[in-house]
């Protein structure tokens, strides 16, 4: 499978050339293109040695001694039959998380050789660091998600159309073009169904054929399931996390409800469902915030929250649904209630967000008062301003929630929705459900 360009590959390039990096750790769910963009670097360098901890597990040994990096060095040298050189050469740890010591070690390679380069990278990582002393301020963490919609027309050969993608905030005039709108939504309209795992991409990208994209997010899913298996402890618990996977899609848009989600199943073994998934970063919760000040987390509350699914396409099928059930005139916007606009545009400003952490946060905004109960759909901070956004799956609808939001708490609003260029009327923009925020 060829290399598809990602939108983090010049934050990369910008690690390599900085001269007080620390080892980098890419982190996110399994099969989202980690290691082949690690691999992607590495081929940047003179020399790069590639350790796998799961392909390679006799070399866990080189770490049960001690923690020396000199010593490692030397060991990584003798088995790789390869100069490891600072400045000169990368170190990559792939698979880190089947090797716990080893993450560790990343620590002393910044104290000590903090010239050479060291890359990382792991899916569960997160189960792994509540087990040991993950080093605070010694390794910087990238966290990456399935190809963004960008990505997906780059990796197809339309790039020439993301300079028609609006870009916000809203300063850059971009000239309408037919040809332009109808072959975004074309695009747009097979990313929901292909959406963004990379083995889909490319596979959709050399046969052309929804069938075979179908067919490997069915394996996916099976590996994602698979997956479960290591981390939830107990058959019930097993049950109840993989039953609870395969039904969340159907949740995206909702405030989730344990007893509504699994009925009949203990709440507390459904939370905890939920709580693995997020850990698993197969799932990421949108949690209720007062918008009052930042950071926006400070306010979340656990209680009330909704989901955006790790992928529109692998979620789609994870729910048995395929091309047989959409007709070429269908609305895809308008479909299943506008549940797929929503989880489009919360899975695009996940994986189009920049590094600061809080960027990388989405949440969402709910009012409970009688007679005026309100919910905005998502909230995200850009520029140290909170962004309320909405996402209208046709090109009218109610806008109660937004507006009084804008009044109760001021700046500027987005409504994002089958449009084909921007109107701004004061504090509310209107803009097509593809723009980058």
Not at 65 to 85: A, F, M, V, Y
Not at 190 to 201: I, N, Q, S, T, W
Not at 243 to 266: A, C, H, P
Not at 373 to 395: C, H, M, Q, T
């Amino acid at each position: 499978m060829n290399y598809l360009t990602r939108n983090i590959d010049s934050t990369l390039i910008g690690w390599k050339r900085s001269t007080t990096r620390k080892p980098l750790l890419l982190r996110g769910a399994r099969q989202i293109g980690k290691t082949a963009t690690a691999r992607s670097l590495c081929s940047t360098f003179k020399h790069s040695v590639e350790i796998n901890f799961e392909r390679q597990p006799e070399l866990h040994r080189l770490f049960e001694q001690n923690l020396d990096p000199k010593r490692i060095i030397r060991g990584l040298e003798l088995h790789s039959k390869t100069k490891i050189e600072a400045g000169k050469s990368i170190l990559f740890f792939d698979e880190i998380q089947q090797c716990p010591k080893a993450l560790s070690s990343l620590r002393y390679f910044y104290e000590e050789i903090p010239e050479l380069h060291m890359i990382a990278a792991g899916s569960l990582l997160e189960f792994v660091l509540d087990e040991i002393s993950f080093p605070v301020g010694r390794i910087h963490s990238e966290f990456m998600y399935p190809l963004s919609f960008t990505e997906y027309l780059r990796a197809m050969g339309d790039e020439a159309l993301i300079e028609f993608i609006p870009h916000f905030p809203f300063g850059r005039h971009i000239e309408p073009n037919v040809i332009a709108t109808d072959k975004l939504r074309g695009s747009l309209r097979d990313y929901f169904l292909v959406g963004g795992m990379p083995k889909a991409v490319s596979t959709y990208k050399e046969t052309g054929s929804f069938l075979d994209v179908a067919n490997i997010h069915e394996d996916l899913l099976q590996s994602y399931g698979d997956d479960i298996r290591k981390y939830a402890k107990g058959e019930k618990q097993l049950l109840n996390c993989g039953e609870t996977f395969t039904r969340l899609f159907n949740q995206v848009g909702k405030q989730i409800k344990y007893s509504q989600l699994m009925v009949g199943e203990d709440v507390k073994r459904t939370k905890k469902s939920l709580q693995l998934l997020e850990q698993a970063m197969v799932i990421h919760l949108v949690r209720n915030v007062n918008p009052q000040g930042l950071p926006l987390g400070a306010s979340a509350n656990d209680k009330q929250f909704k989901i955006v699914f790790l992928d529109i396409g692998l979620g789609q099928r994870a729910v048995g649904r395929n091309i047989s059930n959409y007709d070429s005139s269908d609305d895809l916007l308008n479909l299943y209630h506008g549940q797929l606009a929503e989880q489009f545009v919360g899975q695009q400003l996940l994986a189009e967000s920049v590094s600061a952490s809080e960027n990388r946060k989405v949440y969402f905004w709910m009012r409970t008062e009688k007679s005026a109960s309100a919910e905005v759909d998502y909230l995200i901070v850009r520029n140290g301003k909170i962004i309320p956004i909405e996402v209208k799956s046709g090109k009218s609808g109610s806008l109660k929630s937004m507006h009084l939001f804008l009044k109760a708490f001021g700046g500027s609003g987005v409504c994002l929705q089958d449009r084909e260029s921007i109107e701004t009327n004061l504090n509310l923009s209107f803009a097509p459900i593809y723009t980058l925020l």
